[in-house]
Nanobody, 124 residues
Framework: QVHLIESGGGLVQAGGSLRLSCAAS????????MGWFRQAPGKERGFVAT?????????YYADSVKGRFTISRDNAKNTVYLQMNSLKPEDTAVYYC????????????????WGQGTQVTVSS
């Protein structure tokens, strides 16, 4: 079992930056691939970014955030981060982190462990 807690959300103006954190407890964090997903009002939850287990050498991003967002992990702190730069109003959503054993995956259905989410609001 892995317990995930996100933090770092808030209100920011367009063009600004935020860094989300997701702290994990439970099993060995480094064994888990981690992902960030988001859900905007009235929309389905969608993939944002994922990072491989262990050293995190492999990352994938949704096209909509590529070049603006960076996912990283610190296994010593059991934490995964999402650095979000050049934020746009369309980035407004609840952001969730998720964990799975094995390889990275862009499908939320493949992640058994989820945090409670953190709200990100980008004003124009």
């Amino acid at each position: 079992q892995v317990h995930l807690i996100e933090s770092g959300g808030g209100l920011v103006q367009a063009g600004g930056s935020l860094r989300l954190s997701c702290a994990a407890s439970g099993r060995t964090f480094s064994n888990y691939a981690m992902g960030w997903f988001r859900q905007a009002p009235g929309k389905e939850r969608g993939f944002v970014a994922t990072i491989s287990r262990s050293g995190g050498s492999t990352t994938y991003y949704a096209d909509s955030v590529k070049g603006r967002f960076t996912i990283s992990r610190d296994n010593a702190k059991n934490t995964v981060y999402l650095q979000m730069n050049s934020l746009k109003p369309e980035d407004t959503a609840v952001y969730y982190c998720a964990a799975r054993q094995g390889l990275t995956d862009t499908r939320g259905s493949q992640y058994p462990y989820w945090g409670q989410g953190t709200q990100v609001t980008v004003s124009s």
